[in-house]
């Protein structure tokens, strides 16, 4: 199976997990351990390094170094350009690492992307050295423009966050891949179930980003195990190249040649 690319480094992992949500600091190293992903996601707005105390910023910072993943710091909770760039500044000179996952909320009910301001914000964060993977609904023309930035990275929702509806628009997914095959295209949002993973894997994206679809779970730590089994199948039924579809049944096993039996 082919490695994921995050602007040139090169992961055999193809699920991105999150670090909130979970029942406990333990619950949450033991699932994404389970999970196999090799970049976790964190958020400066809901952890401060730097706090102190039992349950702070900083003994969470630490459980998260220990675990030796490529750190992907976001912009959660931002509603504009200054607001979201001043918080991805901190990211990087707090967390070490020009990464960003760039969040702008545009509407506090379904926690939309704000696609005007996204694009700002993310042509800001380009000239100032950050490599942007872009949280965007799946509009064609939204992406269009964060790819002509120069994003090699872009996050499409399947839903809004949070929701567990899977890919919601087929259509508008597809779209958003072919029209970029060569852009790296995780799925971000709204992933409920191992089988959502695995359609939108089957469609071609390149990698899923998770967390409250297994922080979520009865069983984090198993469900965490279930998507990393569902990405993987998904992205090597992909590779495989599936069978089109026809209107019309065929049989399996071959007629020609073979005799008729029939009862006297």
Same mark, same amino acid.
């Given at each position: 199976?082919?490695?994921?690319?995050?602007?040139?480094?090169?992961?055999?992992?193809?699920?991105?997990?999150?670090?909130?949500?979970?029942?406990?600091?333990?619950?949450?190293?033991?699932?994404?351990?389970?999970?196999?992903?090799?970049?976790?996601?964190?958020?400066?707005?809901?952890?401060?390094?730097?706090?102190?105390?039992?349950?702070?910023?900083?003994?969470?910072?630490?459980?998260?170094?220990?675990?030796?993943?490529?750190?992907?710091?976001?912009?959660?909770?931002?509603?504009?350009?200054?607001?979201?760039?001043?918080?991805?500044?901190?990211?990087?000179?707090?967390?070490?690492?020009?990464?960003?996952?760039?969040?702008?909320?545009?509407?506090?009910?379904?926690?939309?992307?704000?696609?005007?301001?996204?694009?700002?914000?993310?042509?800001?964060?380009?000239?100032?050295?950050?490599?942007?993977?872009?949280?965007?609904?799946?509009?064609?023309?939204?992406?269009?423009?964060?790819?002509?930035?120069?994003?090699?990275?872009?996050?499409?929702?399947?839903?809004?966050?949070?929701?567990?509806?899977?890919?919601?628009?087929?259509?508008?997914?597809?779209?958003?891949?072919?029209?970029?095959?060569?852009?790296?295209?995780?799925?971000?949002?709204?992933?409920?179930?191992?089988?959502?993973?695995?359609?939108?894997?089957?469609?071609?994206?390149? @990698?899923? #980003?998770?967390?409250? !679809?297994?922080?979520? *779970? &009865?069983?984090? =730590?198993?469900? $965490?195990?279930?998507?990393?089994?569902?990405?993987?199948? @998904?992205? #090597?039924?992909?590779? !495989?190249?599936?069978? *089109? &579809?026809?209107? =019309?049944?065929? $049989?399996?096993?071959?007629?020609?040649?073979?005799?008729?039996?029939?009862?006297?």
């Amino acid at each position: 199976m082919s490695c994921l690319d995050i602007y040139g480094t090169k992961l055999d992992s193809r699920m991105m997990i999150g670090s909130a949500l979970y029942p406990s600091p333990k619950v949450m190293q033991e699932s994404i351990q389970a999970s196999g992903a090799q970049i976790v996601t964190l958020s400066l707005s809901r952890q401060n390094p730097q706090a102190s105390g039992i349950s702070g910023g900083e003994n969470f910072w630490q459980l998260i170094q220990s675990l030796g993943l490529h750190l992907l710091p976001n912009t959660a909770g931002c509603h504009s350009v200054q607001e979201a760039v001043t918080m991805a500044q901190m990211s990087r000179e707090l967390f070490q690492t020009d990464w960003v996952k760039l969040e702008l909320v545009g509407d506090d009910f379904n926690l939309q992307p704000d696609p005007i301001d996204l694009v700002r914000a993310t042509e800001q964060l380009l000239k100032d050295g950050f490599k942007v993977l872009p949280y965007c609904t799946d509009d064609l023309v939204i992406a269009r423009h964060l790819v002509e930035l120069g994003c090699k990275v872009i996050m499409p929702w399947g839903s809004p966050i949070g929701t567990g509806k899977g890919i919601i628009n087929p259509y508008a997914t597809q779209a958003i891949r072919d029209r970029f095959p060569e852009v790296t295209m995780i799925i971000d949002s709204g992933i409920g179930t191992p089988s959502h993973a695995m359609q939108a894997m089957e469609m071609g994206v390149d @990698g899923i #980003l998770l967390n409250t !679809a297994i922080a979520h *779970a &009865q069983n984090p =730590q198993l469900m $965490a195990q279930a998507f990393k089994g569902a990405i993987e199948a @998904g992205r #090597l039924a992909y590779e !495989a190249g599936p069978m *089109a &579809q026809r209107e =019309q049944a065929s $049989a399996s096993t071959p007629t020609l040649d073979t005799p008729f039996w029939h009862s006297a």
